[in-house]
């Protein structure tokens, strides 16, 4: 069998073409609402955070989840959203700033509340990264990092593998598996734990239970520019994929995928 790792390439996965609109990560958003339990997220976050603070960055906001319910919670604050594309940007009300995690716009210590939520992994330096988000975090404040875990949609990943090999006789890497390599919550924990005096896992295990095919084959092909493969391998691949599921839910009412991601809660910077 023909090797390429290469096919999905770090780099390719870092860049923002994939975030140049929300519809992308909103089709990835959507396979969710069939995941039980109904985690709520940005109310985990919520709930722990202490006090009143004044200012809070959403770095890698996205298209707003997180921001727009912090803001609801704490309406005194300044909730500002960071993201590097500007096209996911246009969908969040300001404050908002284009800004790369690697180097903020703001002060030491300027903020009360951090979120890097499922974002860290994209970035070519994490170390740096980090190094950022502890500088602009205010004694006392906490910093609030969510991934995915080592075993989220472990089915996920064979089906594209399988369908690469049967479409293009090929190994193609799929972008999941570059996101645990690079920072799954087992590796970001370690990473947080030598930096923060406490790191507080919000463990968030789960299921999707999906009633028909449409909603992962929107998830696949909202991957296409995570890949390196010309526009006709990827079109090859994907009708792989969707035969795989057809004949799946041809004698199956549902398909379950594992679904595990994790909040890291973290206090105290270590000197």
């Not at 390719?12 to 959507?30: G, H, I, K, W």
């Not at 890698?60 to 959203?81: H, K, Q």
């Not at 950022?132 to 593998?161: H, M």
């Not at 909603?215 to 009708?239: H, I, K, N, W």
Request: net charge negative; proline share 6%; with cysteine.
């Amino acid at each position: 069998m023909q090797q390429d790792a290469g096919q999905t390439t770090d780099e390719r996965f870092q860049t923002v073409d994939n975030y140049r609109s929300q519809d992308a990560l909103a089709a990835r958003q959507n396979i969710f609402q069939y995941k039980t339990p109904n985690h709520d997220l940005p109310g985990v976050v919520i709930a722990n955070v202490s006090g009143r603070p004044k200012r809070v960055l959403d770095v890698g906001c996205g298209n707003g989840r997180y921001t727009v319910r912090l803001r609801e919670a704490f309406p005194e604050a300044e909730v500002i959203g960071v993201d590097l594309a500007l096209g996911v940007l246009e969908s969040v009300p300001e404050p908002t700033v284009v800004a790369d995690v690697a180097d903020l716009p703001f002060e030491d210590g300027s903020a009360d509340v951090v979120l890097a939520m499922h974002m860290l992994y994209h970035v070519p330096d994490i170390p740096a990264a980090l190094d950022e988000l502890q500088r602009v975090l205010a004694p006392g404040g906490v910093l609030f990092v969510s991934t995915l875990a080592s075993d989220d949609k472990r089915e996920y990943v064979p089906i594209w593998q399988e369908a690469a090999r049967s479409a293009l006789g090929k190994e193609v890497r799929q972008a999941l598996s570059v996101v645990v390599e690079r920072f799954s919550l087992e590796t970001a924990r370690s990473m947080l734990s030598e930096r923060f005096a406490s790191v507080a896992l919000h463990d968030l295990p789960g299921v999707i239970d999906l009633p028909e095919p449409g909603p992962l084959l929107a998830a696949f092909r909202s991957e296409a520019d995570f890949t390196a493969l010309d526009p006709g391998e990827f079109e090859q691949v994907m009708g792989a994929i969707e035969q795989q599921l057809e004949a799946h839910f041809a004698e199956h009412d549902q398909l379950r995928i594992t679904s595990h991601s994790g909040i890291l809660e973290c206090r105290g910077v270590r000197a």
